[in-house]
């Protein structure tokens, strides 16, 4: 009978310990995730580029890294609120999930600024994957109180070779970002001043 009972312990303290360890995993998972939009966070990122990087400089293998930039999210919060803004990421990550590969990772880095880690492909393959997703999000059009609404991204590219440092990766893709979004910047206010001569001529 201790013989039996003994078992019957040990069965369910095996279960205990299954489940305890499920929801460490849950929990796990839970902190390298961000709630709203069901990516990786921060957190789960850097976890995922440190991989990159060993295996990278292991097995001489490529990638590239992208680093995105929401535009125009904080007017449309200004205006609209933060619902509205959610709705906005929410629909800005479904395009570039659209566009990439189940084995490319996209993350969350915090607030409307985001990165995508690409494997094995070119620096030219890694920059037309930028503008790919640039198009595709500058074509989404939103309504809000019977107002419509406009984002868009802006890119910047880093490639990850045998000899790259993941921080120095992650600045240099950021200082592209930054020097992408100055260029649209310019270009929008260009188009804005063009279209506006064209109806004050009419």
Do not use: C
Not at 144 to 156: K, M, P, Y
């Amino acid at each position: 009978m201790q013989l039996k009972a003994a078992k019957q312990q040990i069965k369910r303290l095996k279960a205990q310990l299954t489940a305890a360890l499920s929801t460490i995993d849950e929990l796990r998972a839970s902190a390298d995730t961000d709630f709203l939009l069901g990516i990786l966070n921060r957190r789960g990122f850097q976890r995922e580029l440190d991989r990159a990087v060993a295996y990278i400089k292991r097995y001489g293998a490529t990638g590239a890294l992208i680093m995105i930039d929401v535009d125009r999210l904080k007017p449309i919060n200004d205006r609209f609120g933060h619902a509205a803004g959610d709705e906005v990421l929410k629909a800005v990550v479904a395009e570039m999930l659209r566009q990439v590969r189940a084995s490319d990772v996209l993350a969350r880095l915090g607030g409307d600024e985001f990165v995508l880690l690409l494997w094995n492909l070119s620096e030219a393959d890694a920059h037309a994957k930028a503008d790919t997703l640039e198009n595709g999000v500058d074509a989404l059009r939103f309504q809000f109180s019977g107002e419509s609404a406009q984002a868009g991204i802006s890119t910047g590219v880093a490639m990850l070779g045998p000899q790259s440092d993941a921080r120095e990766a992650m600045a240099a893709a950021d200082r592209a970002m930054y020097a992408r979004k100055l260029v649209r910047r310019r270009l929008a206010a260009e188009a804005a001043e063009s279209a506006a001569q064209e109806v004050a001529t009419r």
